[in-house]
């Protein structure tokens, strides 16, 4: 079937930032909780183990429920998605609240709420993901996915001394609160502004096929076109490879630099920043003309930033430091036309499987790389995966150019559907 191109409005920019300035508030919120029941199940328990299963739950509704997730944002009403997902993360933060406020809470009330908000944020992120695209024109997709990685990087930058500093002035029940009001500022514009919703093929929606054989449509969908099938399998080495290097962050910081706290608080600080002026420089900017060339050449310093990491000699600390702040520039500038490019190329009625799909594998991978990163970097040595992972990004970001599946991409994409 031949689809038209989505006509977006050209006041297009009141209707979305309303809406992208709530949930805004709302992620800021999310953090500030996250920080505060961090803290809490660090304080309580004093357990690696116990913080590891926290990570655990709060990944497993993505990878189990992300693909279901996604068939059902793209069958329903994407704005009531948005505001039921809210609604549920708000709701569930409530129960936690009463918990704390009549001391009765336990690390499993923890982990259960945990993974409820998860299985919002399953729901949530693919509809609002999939929405972008009918409420932003293409040329400006860029620009957006670049002011969220902006906005990524300031949330891990000012969340967590806010967190530390409410948490020595409020209980944690009344920081709880604060994501509660801020899930209310992300509903609030979603019953003044409507979110566009992609026309279905007809004849699929007669047949009104099930969720599984919604879920076997988007494998389909991404298998027939190889360049989309390089880039997740690019997406999914490349997550493989660093996610492990954020969580020995700590360990290379103590045990190779000799360093305390303040240097590994000033590290990830030096992250944060380099998220904000990557995001800035991405949106201000735009990327080149085909966004791919400005994700591989962001995966390429992604990979150097990571080796300047590993290669820093234990004496000169500001090394590491500059070399995370260039991790941090480059993930905006990979990720963000990587997005752009996956909500305008592919089909509209597909975006909340499709994205879906690729979040749950990205997911799930990370869990591998950190259960393989562990035992050999005590084998070997910590700086070890720095050296490989940091080469071996760099080398999958200039195979990226000399694979014509994945440079062509942007010139053999399907046209859209239409909207309503």
């Known amino acids: 079937m031949q689809n038209s191109i989505p006509s977006v409005p050209q006041n297009w920019t009141r209707r979305f930032f309303t809406i992208w300035t709530g949930q805004a508030f709302s992620l800021f919120g999310s953090a500030l909780v996250q920080f505060a029941l961090i803290w809490w199940l660090t304080q309580r328990s004093g357990s690696a183990t116990v913080l590891a299963i926290a990570t655990l739950v709060g990944m497993l509704p993505q990878i189990l429920i992300g693909p279901f997730a996604g068939a059902l944002v793209d069958r329903w009403n994407r704005r009531v998605i948005m505001i039921l997902a809210d609604a549920l993360i708000a709701a569930s933060t409530l129960v936690l ?10 690390i499993w009330h923890v982990y259960a709420i945990l993974a409820v908000r998860a299985l919002g944020t399953a729901f949530h992120f693919p509809a609002m993901s999939a929405s972008t ?24 930058l000012i969340a967590p001394p806010v967190g530390a ?7 944690t029940q009344a920081i709880l609160l604060i ?8 509903i609030l514009p979603l019953f003044f502004f409507s ?16 969720l599984f054989q919604d879920v076997r449509e988007a494998f389909n969908y991404i298998r027939s076109w190889p360049g989309l099938v390089a880039i997740i399998f690019m997406a999914l080495f490349l997550n493989f490879l660093l996610v492990p290097t954020g969580a020995l962050l700590p360990i290379l910081v103590t045990k190779h630099f000799n360093k305390g706290a303040l240097e590994l608080g000033l590290i ?6 380099g998220i904000i002026a990557g995001g800035i420089l991405l949106s201000v900017w735009g990327g080149f003309k085909k966004k791919i060339v400005t994700s591989m050449i962001g995966v390429i310093i992604l990979g150097i930033s990571v080796l300047i990491v590993g290669l820093a000699p234990a004496d000169v600390f500001p090394l590491a430091v500059a070399g995370i702040f260039l991790t941090g520039a480059a993930i905006p500038i990979t990720n963000g036309p990587i997005g752009a490019l996956f909500q305008s190329m592919i089909r509209n009625d597909m975006q909340g499987r499709v994205m879906s799909l690729v979040n749950s ?11 393989i990163a562990g035992p050999l ?35 053999n994409k399907e046209p859209q559907t239409n909207i309503v």
Do not use: H, Y
Request: charged letters at 15%; proline letters at 7%.
């Open 195 to 210: 979110v566009p919703q992609p026309v279905r093929d007809e004849n699929k929606t007669e047949s009104k096929p099930n």
């Open 179 to 186: 994501d509660v009001a801020t899930a209310l500022l992300a």
């Open 165 to 171: 500093l409410l948490i020595g002035v409020l209980p």
């Open 133 to 156: 695209p009918l409420m932003v024109p293409e040329a400006q997709l860029t620009r957006v996915n670049g002011l969220n990685q902006t906005l990524q990087g300031i949330n891990g």
């Open 377 to 411: 970097s005590d084998a070997l040595g910590i700086r070890v995966w720095f050296w490989a992972g940091g080469l071996i990004c760099a080398l999958i970001g200039l195979a990226g150019f000399l694979i014509p599946a994945i440079m062509n991409m942007e010139s």
């Open 361 to 371: 594998a990205a997911t799930a991978i990370s869990p591998l790389g950190l259960l």
């Open 97 to 106: 609240v009463w918990l704390f406020a009549s001391d009765r809470v336990q």
């Open 268 to 273: 990830n600080s030096a992250e944060g920043i």
